[in-house]
């Protein structure tokens, strides 16, 4: 399960603006890579919608079936927030449904093959 903990308004290539709700899976442990040691972590993502702002308010702790996991994608620069550092990404945190991706897999496209 996620739940919607925020939502922020984003602008798109074209300048127009759109909503995206902020989702944060279970908690986990995690072993930090530097210490050794483990720690509580929750990975969040940000998830296109097309909602209002109104809308979107509303929904915050509204939980949905899924989960936030890993995805390799091409690499990024990322500036930390809290020292203005910039480094680069190769992995970003999407939404998962599992149940919808089995649908797809086992689904035949729409498309009529002649």
């Given at each position: 399960m996620v739940k919607v903990i925020d939502f922020k308004t984003r602008t798109n290539?074209?300048?127009?603006?759109?909503?995206?709700?902020?989702?944060?899976?279970?908690?986990?442990?995690?072993?930090?890579?530097?210490t050794g040691k483990l720690y509580i972590t929750a990975k969040t993502?940000?998830?296109?919608?097309?909602?209002?702002?109104?809308?979107?308010?509303?929904?915050?702790?509204?939980?949905?079936?899924?989960?936030?996991?890993?995805?390799?994608?091409?690499?990024?620069?990322?500036?930390?927030?809290?020292?203005?550092?910039?480094?680069?990404l190769s992995h970003r945190y999407e939404l998962v449904n599992e149940e919808m991706e089995i649908l797809e897999e086992q689904t035949l496209p729409t498309e009529v093959v002649r």
């Open positions: 290539d074209e300048g127009e603006e759109f909503n995206v709700l902020i989702v944060q899976g279970g908690a986990e442990p995690i072993r930090s890579q530097q993502a940000s998830v296109p919608s097309t909602f209002d702002a109104d809308t979107c308010k509303s929904l915050i702790g509204t939980s949905f079936e899924g989960s936030v996991k890993r995805v390799e994608c091409e690499p990024f620069d990322y500036v930390m927030q809290e020292t203005g550092e910039v480094i680069e």
